[in-house]
Protein backbone atom coordinates (compact mmCIF):
# COMPACT_ATOMS: atom_id res chain seq x y z
CA UNK A 1 0.00 0.00 0.00
CA UNK A 2 1.56 3.61 -1.20
CA UNK A 3 2.67 5.82 1.44
CA UNK A 4 0.92 9.37 0.14
CA UNK A 5 3.16 12.55 0.66
CA UNK A 6 2.13 15.71 -0.89
CA UNK A 7 5.37 17.59 -2.43
CA UNK A 8 5.78 21.25 -2.41
CA UNK A 9 8.84 22.72 -2.97
CA UNK A 10 8.00 26.09 -2.80
CA UNK A 11 10.05 29.21 -3.44
CA UNK A 12 13.93 30.49 -3.73
CA UNK A 13 16.23 27.40 -3.06
CA UNK A 14 13.54 25.32 -2.27
CA UNK A 15 13.34 23.39 -5.43
CA UNK A 16 17.01 22.77 -5.78
CA UNK A 17 17.37 21.25 -2.13
CA UNK A 18 14.08 19.23 -2.93
CA UNK A 19 15.06 18.11 -5.92
CA UNK A 20 17.36 16.01 -4.10
CA UNK A 21 15.29 15.24 -1.78
CA UNK A 22 13.39 13.70 -4.26
CA UNK A 23 16.36 11.50 -5.39
CA UNK A 24 16.71 10.03 -2.23
CA UNK A 25 12.70 8.97 -1.93
CA UNK A 26 13.39 7.42 -5.71
CA UNK A 27 16.54 5.50 -4.31
CA UNK A 28 14.38 4.25 -1.28
CA UNK A 29 11.72 3.17 -3.35
CA UNK A 30 14.06 1.24 -6.73
CA UNK A 31 16.12 -0.14 -3.32
CA UNK A 32 14.38 -0.23 -0.01
CA UNK A 33 10.61 -0.92 -1.71
CA UNK A 34 9.71 2.18 1.10
CA UNK A 35 6.01 2.69 -2.07
CA UNK A 36 6.36 6.36 -1.34
CA UNK A 37 3.85 8.02 -3.56
CA UNK A 38 4.78 11.71 -4.35
CA UNK A 39 1.74 13.83 -5.25
CA UNK A 40 3.34 17.76 -6.54
CA UNK A 41 1.69 20.87 -5.50
CA UNK A 42 2.53 24.73 -6.05
CA UNK A 43 3.09 27.10 -2.73
CA UNK A 44 4.67 30.38 -2.46
CA UNK A 45 5.48 33.44 -4.47
CA UNK A 46 6.03 31.85 -7.61
CA UNK A 47 2.08 30.27 -7.16
CA UNK A 48 0.63 33.42 -6.16
CA UNK A 49 2.22 35.55 -9.31
CA UNK A 50 0.51 32.65 -11.57
CA UNK A 51 -2.87 32.30 -9.62
CA UNK A 52 -3.57 35.39 -7.45
CA UNK A 53 -3.08 33.31 -4.08
CA UNK A 54 0.12 31.99 -2.74
CA UNK A 55 -2.14 28.87 -1.85
CA UNK A 56 -5.21 27.15 -3.39
CA UNK A 57 -7.89 25.50 -1.86
CA UNK A 58 -7.09 21.81 -3.37
CA UNK A 59 -3.35 22.33 -2.16
CA UNK A 60 -4.94 22.80 1.59
CA UNK A 61 -7.44 20.09 1.19
CA UNK A 62 -4.30 17.24 -0.71
CA UNK A 63 -2.16 18.06 2.32
CA UNK A 64 -5.05 17.21 5.38
CA UNK A 65 -5.36 13.92 3.01
CA UNK A 66 -1.64 12.80 2.41
CA UNK A 67 0.06 10.42 4.46
CA UNK A 68 2.76 13.65 5.17
CA UNK A 69 4.03 16.50 3.32
CA UNK A 70 7.23 17.14 2.29
CA UNK A 71 7.71 20.89 1.79
CA UNK A 72 10.29 23.25 0.60
CA UNK A 73 10.56 27.00 1.38
CA UNK A 74 8.96 29.95 1.15
CA UNK A 75 10.59 34.06 1.22
CA UNK A 76 11.13 36.47 -0.43
CA UNK A 77 7.99 36.81 -0.89
CA UNK A 78 6.88 40.39 0.62
CA UNK A 79 5.28 41.34 -2.89
CA UNK A 80 2.20 39.49 -1.72
CA UNK A 81 0.22 41.60 0.51
CA UNK A 82 0.74 40.55 4.17
CA UNK A 83 -2.50 39.93 5.23
CA UNK A 84 -2.58 37.08 1.95
CA UNK A 85 0.17 35.69 3.22
CA UNK A 86 -0.76 35.26 6.57
CA UNK A 87 -3.95 33.78 5.51
CA UNK A 88 -2.93 31.40 2.51
CA UNK A 89 1.04 30.68 3.70
CA UNK A 90 3.07 28.69 5.94
CA UNK A 91 1.54 29.89 9.24
CA UNK A 92 -2.42 29.06 7.63
CA UNK A 93 -1.19 25.66 6.32
CA UNK A 94 0.11 24.56 9.57
CA UNK A 95 -2.58 25.61 11.22
CA UNK A 96 -5.38 24.03 8.31
CA UNK A 97 -3.34 20.53 9.38
CA UNK A 98 -3.66 21.16 13.05
CA UNK A 99 -0.07 21.50 13.41
CA UNK A 100 1.08 22.20 17.06
CA UNK A 101 4.38 20.46 18.12
CA UNK A 102 7.44 21.27 15.71
CA UNK A 103 11.02 19.32 16.31
CA UNK A 104 14.69 20.26 15.77
CA UNK A 105 17.19 17.90 16.07
CA UNK A 106 20.58 19.56 16.82
CA UNK A 107 23.58 17.10 15.90
CA UNK A 108 27.18 18.03 15.98
CA UNK A 109 28.76 15.70 13.49
CA UNK A 110 32.41 14.47 14.04
CA UNK A 111 33.14 15.20 10.27
CA UNK A 112 32.06 18.93 10.39
CA UNK A 113 32.86 20.25 13.76
CA UNK A 114 35.12 22.56 12.23
CA UNK A 115 31.74 24.01 10.44
CA UNK A 116 30.86 25.28 13.69
CA UNK A 117 31.54 28.83 15.36
CA UNK A 118 31.73 27.43 18.28
CA UNK A 119 35.13 25.61 19.45
CA UNK A 120 35.00 21.96 18.48
CA UNK A 121 35.60 21.20 22.42
CA UNK A 122 31.92 22.68 23.10
CA UNK A 123 30.51 21.35 20.29
CA UNK A 124 31.54 17.93 19.89
CA UNK A 125 28.80 15.21 20.99
CA UNK A 126 25.79 17.58 21.08
CA UNK A 127 22.97 15.79 20.36
CA UNK A 128 19.50 17.61 21.31
CA UNK A 129 16.21 17.69 20.12
CA UNK A 130 14.49 20.98 20.20
CA UNK A 131 10.46 20.85 20.76
CA UNK A 132 8.55 24.53 19.80
CA UNK A 133 4.98 25.27 20.10
CA UNK A 134 4.02 25.65 16.76
CA UNK A 135 0.22 27.01 16.79
CA UNK A 136 -0.21 29.55 19.52
CA UNK A 137 1.69 31.99 21.04
CA UNK A 138 2.31 35.59 19.65
CA UNK A 139 2.33 34.42 16.13
CA UNK A 140 -1.08 34.10 16.64
CA UNK A 141 -2.51 36.08 19.15
CA UNK A 142 -5.00 38.70 18.74
CA UNK A 143 -4.60 41.52 19.08
CA UNK A 144 -2.55 42.31 16.42
CA UNK A 145 -1.51 45.30 14.47
CA UNK A 146 -0.54 48.81 14.35
CA UNK A 147 -2.83 51.87 14.96
CA UNK A 148 -1.68 55.43 14.67
CA UNK A 149 -2.30 57.29 18.40
CA UNK A 150 -4.02 60.78 18.72
CA UNK A 151 -0.54 62.52 18.62
CA UNK A 152 0.40 60.99 15.27
CA UNK A 153 2.67 58.37 16.39
CA UNK A 154 1.97 54.81 15.63
CA UNK A 155 1.86 51.82 18.04
CA UNK A 156 2.12 48.08 17.14
CA UNK A 157 0.69 45.34 18.99
CA UNK A 158 1.51 41.60 19.40
CA UNK A 159 -0.62 39.48 21.98
CA UNK A 160 1.51 36.36 23.71
CA UNK A 161 -1.38 33.70 24.62
CA UNK A 162 -1.34 30.22 25.49
CA UNK A 163 -4.11 28.23 27.34
CA UNK A 164 -3.38 24.99 30.08
CA UNK A 165 -4.39 22.34 27.10
CA UNK A 166 -2.03 24.41 24.55
CA UNK A 167 0.98 23.66 27.02
CA UNK A 168 -0.32 20.35 28.15
CA UNK A 169 -0.17 18.65 24.46
CA UNK A 170 3.18 20.16 23.19
CA UNK A 171 4.79 19.31 27.08
CA UNK A 172 3.19 16.09 26.42
CA UNK A 173 5.31 15.08 23.84
CA UNK A 174 8.32 16.66 25.16
CA UNK A 175 8.12 14.42 28.00
CA UNK A 176 7.60 11.37 25.98
CA UNK A 177 10.38 12.24 23.30
CA UNK A 178 12.30 12.85 26.49
CA UNK A 179 12.11 9.18 27.75
CA UNK A 180 12.52 7.79 24.80
CA UNK A 181 16.09 9.07 24.78
CA UNK A 182 18.35 10.15 27.87
CA UNK A 183 15.95 11.14 30.27
CA UNK A 184 16.38 14.79 29.99
CA UNK A 185 14.20 17.82 29.34
CA UNK A 186 14.18 21.45 29.83
CA UNK A 187 11.65 23.66 29.61
CA UNK A 188 12.15 27.05 28.97
CA UNK A 189 10.16 30.06 29.32
CA UNK A 190 10.22 33.38 30.93
CA UNK A 191 8.42 33.39 33.84
CA UNK A 192 9.96 35.88 35.43
CA UNK A 193 8.73 38.59 33.62
CA UNK A 194 5.85 36.95 31.65
CA UNK A 195 2.26 35.67 32.21
CA UNK A 196 2.56 32.99 29.93
CA UNK A 197 5.88 31.86 30.99
CA UNK A 198 4.21 31.16 34.65
CA UNK A 199 1.84 29.44 33.31
CA UNK A 200 4.20 27.26 30.82
CA UNK A 201 5.71 26.79 34.44
CA UNK A 202 2.67 26.04 36.44
CA UNK A 203 2.01 23.74 33.43
CA UNK A 204 4.97 21.40 32.73
CA UNK A 205 5.51 21.34 36.63
CA UNK A 206 2.23 19.85 37.18
CA UNK A 207 2.81 17.23 34.59
CA UNK A 208 6.35 15.78 35.57
CA UNK A 209 4.17 14.16 38.56
CA UNK A 210 3.32 11.90 35.35
CA UNK A 211 6.62 11.13 33.80
CA UNK A 212 8.75 10.79 37.23
CA UNK A 213 11.57 9.19 35.23
CA UNK A 214 12.45 12.19 33.45
CA UNK A 215 14.72 15.07 34.68
CA UNK A 216 12.92 17.93 34.27
CA UNK A 217 14.47 21.47 34.39
CA UNK A 218 13.16 24.62 34.21
CA UNK A 219 15.52 27.60 32.65
CA UNK A 220 14.99 31.21 32.07
CA UNK A 221 15.15 31.72 27.96
CA UNK A 222 18.20 34.36 28.65
CA UNK A 223 20.15 31.99 30.81
CA UNK A 224 19.41 29.25 28.13
CA UNK A 225 20.59 31.45 25.07
CA UNK A 226 24.28 31.73 27.51
CA UNK A 227 24.25 28.00 28.06
CA UNK A 228 23.48 26.95 24.43
CA UNK A 229 26.61 29.18 23.81
CA UNK A 230 28.71 27.43 27.10
CA UNK A 231 27.60 24.41 27.04
CA UNK A 232 25.18 22.64 25.04
CA UNK A 233 26.01 19.03 25.16
CA UNK A 234 24.13 19.53 28.89
CA UNK A 235 20.43 19.74 26.80
CA UNK A 236 19.05 16.80 25.34
CA UNK A 237 15.03 17.69 25.11
CA UNK A 238 14.39 21.34 25.04
CA UNK A 239 10.53 22.62 25.19
CA UNK A 240 9.44 26.20 24.68
CA UNK A 241 6.69 28.67 23.34
CA UNK A 242 6.28 29.32 19.49
CA UNK A 243 8.92 32.95 19.90
CA UNK A 244 11.51 31.10 21.74
CA UNK A 245 11.74 28.29 20.12
CA UNK A 246 12.13 30.15 16.50
CA UNK A 247 15.00 32.27 17.88
CA UNK A 248 16.64 29.69 20.04
CA UNK A 249 16.53 26.65 17.31
CA UNK A 250 17.83 29.00 14.56
CA UNK A 251 20.24 29.82 16.99
CA UNK A 252 21.58 26.29 17.56
CA UNK A 253 22.15 25.64 13.84
CA UNK A 254 25.84 27.14 14.43
CA UNK A 255 26.68 24.34 16.41
CA UNK A 256 25.93 21.77 13.44
CA UNK A 257 27.58 24.41 11.18
CA UNK A 258 24.62 25.80 9.11
CA UNK A 259 21.00 26.49 8.88
CA UNK A 260 20.93 24.01 6.07
CA UNK A 261 22.18 21.41 8.19
CA UNK A 262 18.61 21.47 10.18
CA UNK A 263 15.85 19.64 9.57
CA UNK A 264 11.96 19.74 10.98
CA UNK A 265 9.06 17.78 11.54
CA UNK A 266 5.62 19.46 12.85
CA UNK A 267 3.43 16.86 13.75
CA UNK A 268 -0.41 17.34 14.75
CA UNK A 269 -2.82 15.45 16.89
CA UNK A 270 -3.31 11.70 16.35
CA UNK A 271 -6.51 9.88 15.49
CA UNK A 272 -8.24 6.61 15.91
CA UNK A 273 -6.02 5.21 13.87
CA UNK A 274 -2.53 6.70 15.50
CA UNK A 275 -2.18 8.94 12.43
CA UNK A 276 -0.34 12.28 12.43
CA UNK A 277 -1.17 15.25 10.68
CA UNK A 278 2.81 15.94 9.37
CA UNK A 279 4.61 18.25 7.38
CA UNK A 280 8.56 17.57 7.29
CA UNK A 281 11.02 20.81 5.89
CA UNK A 282 14.50 22.08 6.04
CA UNK A 283 14.52 24.81 8.75
CA UNK A 284 16.98 27.24 6.24
CA UNK A 285 14.08 29.07 4.71
CA UNK A 286 13.93 30.06 1.17
CA UNK A 287 17.54 32.01 0.74
CA UNK A 288 16.34 34.00 -2.18
CA UNK A 289 20.38 35.63 -2.39
CA UNK A 290 21.98 32.29 -3.67
CA UNK A 291 18.50 31.01 -5.56
CA UNK A 292 19.33 29.49 -8.92
CA UNK A 293 23.05 29.22 -8.28
CA UNK A 294 22.52 25.55 -7.36
CA UNK A 295 24.87 25.97 -4.32
CA UNK A 296 22.48 25.84 -1.76
CA UNK A 297 22.78 22.60 0.72
CA UNK A 298 20.14 19.68 0.48
CA UNK A 299 21.49 18.04 3.67
CA UNK A 300 18.41 19.13 5.89
CA UNK A 301 15.96 18.59 2.77
CA UNK A 302 17.22 15.04 2.83
CA UNK A 303 17.47 14.82 6.64
CA UNK A 304 13.75 16.07 6.73
CA UNK A 305 13.15 13.03 4.31
CA UNK A 306 14.42 10.40 7.51
CA UNK A 307 11.96 12.16 9.77
CA UNK A 308 9.81 11.55 7.70
CA UNK A 309 10.77 7.87 7.91
CA UNK A 310 11.05 7.68 11.22
CA UNK A 311 8.01 9.83 12.31
CA UNK A 312 5.48 9.15 9.79
CA UNK A 313 5.68 5.62 8.68
CA UNK A 314 7.93 3.54 11.36
CA UNK A 315 10.91 2.93 8.72
CA UNK A 316 13.56 3.48 11.61
CA UNK A 317 15.88 1.64 9.66
CA UNK A 318 15.58 3.21 6.67
CA UNK A 319 15.82 6.77 8.46
CA UNK A 320 19.07 5.31 10.39
CA UNK A 321 20.52 4.49 6.49
CA UNK A 322 20.00 8.05 5.47
CA UNK A 323 21.58 9.76 8.58
CA UNK A 324 24.51 7.08 8.36
CA UNK A 325 24.98 7.90 4.47
CA UNK A 326 24.71 12.18 5.00
CA UNK A 327 27.37 11.18 8.16
CA UNK A 328 29.48 9.09 6.07
CA UNK A 329 29.75 12.01 3.21
CA UNK A 330 30.71 14.66 5.52
CA UNK A 331 33.44 12.59 6.95
CA UNK A 332 35.10 12.55 4.05
CA UNK A 333 35.09 16.05 3.22
CA UNK A 334 31.55 16.51 1.35
CA UNK A 335 31.27 20.21 1.77
CA UNK A 336 28.85 23.08 0.10
CA UNK A 337 29.47 26.12 0.08
CA UNK A 338 27.51 27.33 3.16
CA UNK A 339 30.08 24.99 5.70
CA UNK A 340 33.88 26.35 6.46
CA UNK A 341 36.47 24.74 4.48
CA UNK A 342 39.69 24.38 5.19
CA UNK A 343 42.70 22.62 3.33
CA UNK A 344 41.59 24.78 0.02
CA UNK A 345 38.81 22.31 0.09
CA UNK A 346 36.51 22.48 -3.43
CA UNK A 347 33.01 23.15 -2.43
CA UNK A 348 30.35 20.67 -3.63
CA UNK A 349 27.16 22.10 -5.66
CA UNK A 350 23.55 21.14 -4.33
CA UNK A 351 23.64 18.58 -6.96
CA UNK A 352 27.44 17.42 -6.25
CA UNK A 353 26.47 16.94 -2.79
CA UNK A 354 23.74 14.52 -3.14
CA UNK A 355 25.46 12.89 -5.80
CA UNK A 356 27.62 12.13 -2.68
CA UNK A 357 25.47 11.05 0.22
CA UNK A 358 23.12 8.99 -3.16
CA UNK A 359 26.92 7.28 -3.43
CA UNK A 360 26.99 6.52 0.33
CA UNK A 361 23.55 5.43 0.59
CA UNK A 362 24.62 2.55 -2.47
CA UNK A 363 27.92 1.52 -0.29
CA UNK A 364 25.88 1.25 3.09
CA UNK A 365 22.72 -1.12 1.28
CA UNK A 366 25.25 -2.85 -0.23
Request: charged share 25%; aromatic share 4%.
Amino acid sequence: MARNVLFIPGDGIGPEVMGEARKVIEWLNAKRRTDIALTDAAMGLGEWKRTGSPMSDETIAAAKAADAVLFGAVGGDEEIPRKLRRERGLLALRRAMGLYANLRPVRAYEGLLDASSLKERVVRGVDMVVLRELSSGVYFGEPRGIETLPNGKRRAVDTQSYTEEEIERVARDAFLLARSRRGLLASVEKSNVMETGRLWRDVVTAMHAEYPDVTLRHVLSDNFAMQLIREPRQFDVVVTDNLFGDLLSDASAMIAGSLGMLPSASLGTADASGRRPALYEPVHGSAPDIAGKGIANPIAAILSVAMMLRHSFGLTADAELIEKAVEAALAEGARTADLYMQGGIQPLTTLGMGKAILAKLDTLAA
